[in-house]
T-cell receptor, first 114, second 117 residues
Framework: GQQLNQSPQSMFIQEGEDVSMNCTSS?????WLWYKQDPGEGPVLLIA?????ELTSNGRLTAQFGITRKDSFLNISASIPSDVGIYFC???FGSGGSNYKLTFGKGTLLTVNP | GAVVSQHPSRVICKSGTSVKIECRSL??????MFWYRQFPKQSLMLMAT?????????EQGVEKDKFLINHASLTLSTLTVTSAHPEDSSFYIC?????????????FGSGTRLTVV
């Protein structure tokens, strides 16, 4: 089955620093999604990517869909304390029916020190 | 934007009883919803795909007789944990895909913390 490797597992940074995390897949995906999850809450969509090579920004967040379709990265610039949380990448292989289901990475726990 | 409501947010039940969790799409129709389970400090594990008007598709290793899924309408899917035991204690999350043009990604509910005592 498809596997997603997400790294790093955790990061401890100072407020104002930039952050980068990435996911790689053993197989091709046609959709990459990045989510943030706060404790006790469901994941919230940050950025969705649908084309190989696509680079998309959402405020201080930037994500790219790798041209090989097997990887994606998420960058956060000028981190602030409220960026704390767990960030998940998720990929989707196909379309239609059960191919709508997502495969999730193991998450990156981000801690921001004020 | 797409909104998914999940209820209850927390539930404590006695071992051997059943618990029902509801997942509603509030502003769109969802032909497909997904149920996940998440243990502390772990990722989301897909349990099943809920299909409106038909049987759910369960992932390998998930007992369909224990985790009953009903998707009776385009806006509601329910997950019933039958004869719950302490090992079923977990965080359960639903998600739905909004098929409307221009809506990106999948929307998640806020999750249900189940504690079986």
């Amino acid at each position: 089955g498809q596997q997603l490797n997400q790294s790093p597992q955790s990061m401890f940074i100072q407020e104002g620093e930039d952050v980068s995390m990435n996911c790689t897949s053993s197989s091709i995906f046609n959709t990459w999604l990045w989510y943030k999850q706060d404790p006790g809450e469901g994941p919230v969509l940050l950025i969705a990517l649908y084309k190989a090579g696509e680079l998309t920004s959402n405020g201080r967040l930037t994500a790219q869909f790798g041209i090989t379709r097997k990887d994606s990265f998420l960058n956060i610039s000028a981190s602030i304390p409220s960026d704390v949380g767990i960030y998940f990448c998720a990929g989707r292989f196909g379309s239609g029916g059960s191919n709508y289901k997502l495969t999730f990475g193991k998450g990156t726990l981000l801690t921001v020190n004020p | 934007g797409a909104v998914v409501s999940q209820h209850p947010s927390r539930v404590i039940c006695k071992s051997g009883t059943s618990v029902k969790i509801e997942c509603r799409s509030l502003d769109f129709q969802a032909t497909t919803m997904f149920w996940y389970r998440q243990f502390p400090k772990q990722s989301l594990m897909l349990m099943a795909t809920s299909n409106e008007g038909s049987k759910a598709t369960y992932e390998q290793g998930v007992e369909k007789d224990k985790f009953l899924i009903n998707h009776a309408s385009l806006t509601l899917s329910t997950l019933t944990v039958t004869s719950a035991h302490p090992e079923d204690s977990s965080f359960y999350i639903c998600s739905a895909r909004d098929p409307r043009p221009g809506i990106r990604g999948y929307t998640f509910g806020s999750g249900t913390r189940l504690t079986v005592v």
